[in-house]
Nanobody, 123 residues
Framework: QVQLVESGGGLVQAGGSLRLSCAAS????????MGWFRQAPGKEREFVAT????????NYADSVKGRFTIFRDNAKNTAYLQINSLKPEDTAVYYC????????????????WGQGTQVTVSS
């Protein structure tokens, strides 16, 4: 069982930055691929980024490439999402997710989810 807790969301102006954190419980964090997804009001949850168990492989949605960076610190059992050059269309609840032994751009590919953290970008 893995519990995930996101933090770092907030209200920022367009062009600003945030760093989201996803703290995981348990001693096997390094065995899980991690993903970030987001869900805007009235829209389906969408893929944002993934990172492999070791952190050596990352993938991003086209809409966030060059602005978002996913990384992890296995010693701290934490995954991160650095968000730069925020746009109003980035407004959403951001979720982290964990998948044992794999990564996926599909939400159905994940075993555990956090509760989400709200990111609101004002224009």
């Amino acid at each position: 069982q893995v519990q995930l807790v996101e933090s770092g969301g907030g209200l920022v102006q367009a062009g600003g930055s945030l760093r989201l954190s996803c703290a995981a419980s348990g001693r096997t964090f390094g065995s899980y691929g991690m993903g970030w997804f987001r869900q805007a009001p009235g829209k389906e949850r969408e893929f944002v980024a993934t990172i492999s168990q070791s952190g050596g492989i990352t993938n991003y949605a086209d809409s966030v490439k060059g602005r978002f960076t996913i990384f992890r610190d296995n010693a701290k059992n934490t995954a991160y999402l650095q968000i730069n050059s925020l746009k109003p269309e980035d407004t959403a609840v951001y979720y982290c997710a964990a998948a044992y032994g794999r990564t996926s751009h599909l939400s159905s590919g994940y075993d555990y989810w956090g509760q989400g953290t709200q990111v609101t970008v004002s224009s």
